[in-house]
């Protein structure tokens, strides 16, 4: 598994932008794949992140309703749909997948990609 992460930039306040997260190795079958985010000075969060055989979603509190993960089988990519943006969504967000353990845990993903730095500032 190779995931590299795209997409992040400078975004207003209520703006809205999309990472994505392609896979260059194997397939995701029987993955989960995560993102995460670090913010300056800050511990590492779980964000959101979506089982690749069954689709199911799982979302941090902080972005429920603004955030959406997706998938796209046939490009063997995830993506992350992030609108109202918030200053306190900034941070360098990374992807990771993981085929066992809770998918909110960052300590049970063993691939992770580099991260993309998303700045939401006006």
């Known amino acids: 598994v190779q995931l590299q992460a795209s997409g992040g930039g400078l975004v207003e306040p209520g703006g809205s932008l999309t990472l994505s997260c392609a896979n260059s190795g194997i397939s995701l079958d029987d993955y989960t794949v995560g993102w995460f985010r670090q913010a300056p000075g800050k511990e590492r969060e779980f964000v959101a992140a979506i089982s690749w055989s069954v689709s199911s979603t799982y979302y941090a509190d902080s972005v429920k309703g603004r955030f959406t993960i997706s998938r796209d089988n046939a490009k063997n990519t995830v993506y992350l749909q992030m609108t109202n943006l918030k200053p306190e969504d900034t941070a360098v967000y990374y992807c990771?997948?993981?085929?066992?353990?809770?998918?909110?845990?960052?300590?049970?993903?063993?691939?992770w990609g580099q991260g993309t730095q998303v700045t939401v500032s006006s």
């Open positions: 990771a997948a993981q085929n066992f353990g809770s998918p909110t845990d960052g300590r049970r993903y063993g691939y």
